[in-house]
């Protein structure tokens, strides 16, 4: 038997530069380092894949009917149906009483916004400080929440009546009644009011997460300090939830032009005179009453820019005053 044939069979090793001997990597190593470069093309990937059914939700049943809408807002209605009419839809709407005061309805809901989200802010205040009544906030604040807008409508509608509770209550003091749902000039103030009223839980519960992420030592140093309850939220609170803020702010907007077709139809059917009018109530009426959907289109693309401009044109401005601060 030969010597040779008794040897077991010696790898050879490599050295390195400096003479040391180097080991060859096992075969998996080597596989693990060649599939180095697709693991990281995965990861990479991966947040595309996962927003991707999502996005595609977006753009099919959100941004294509809007760019449809849009274009079918240049065609005409009724004996023009479909053919190309450039811009006359836009100026038989503003050339419309009934959208111009719409219009002027939306400068109004812009103006009463600051109240609408500071409500829900001074109660999460109230609940979070833990203020007296708090619990009495706690336990009640989503109810309305919960209530269909017709529900809603009709309760207030037996309210604010002229011979209703509301009213009595007002002349038991000595206050002459008030036609809230027949005086053009109360009309829209007591819808808006309604529908804060039935909205401000989900504002609620947003401001009261963003204050599990309130730092707890600024509100002690706050106290030690010596600081007053207005100090706190206007140097404190304030200043950390600005983030919150800004995201209320919008969808409080978005809800107040877009969710109150509800309490428009139960409670005034946009009256009187036409003076409860809001876009999108307008918008049913043109194109459920009036058959006249490209007119609809018109006045839809014009709310959605509204809201564009006035939300962007909000951000800007919380932005800017939370850099002051």
Known sequence: MSIGKSLPSVRPVSTGRAGGVQPTPPPRARTAVRRG???RRTELLAPFVLVAPAVLILVL???WPLLLGVNFSFTGDGERDGAAVGLDNYVDLFHDPLFRGALRNVGLLVLLLPVAVAIPGIIATFIYLRVPGHRF???VYFFPA????????AIFNLLLSFDGPVNSVLGAVGIGPVDWLGDPDVAMFAVVGVHVWATFGMALVVFLAGFATLDAALLDAARVDGASLPQVIRHVIIPSLTRTIQFVFVTTMIGMLTSMFGLLYV???GGP???TYLPEYYIWIQQGQMNRPALASAASTVLFVIMLVV???QL???RRTGRVD
């Open 37 to 39: 470069g697709g693991g």
């Open 61 to 63: 049943m959100r941004l």
């Open 137 to 139: 906030y706690r336990s």
């Open 146 to 153: 919960v209530l269909s807008p017709v529900i809603v409508g």
């Open 267 to 269: 409670m005034t059917t």
């Open 273 to 275: 005179e036409g003076s």
């Open 311 to 313: 939300g962007l044109l």
């Open 316 to 318: 800007k401005l919380l």
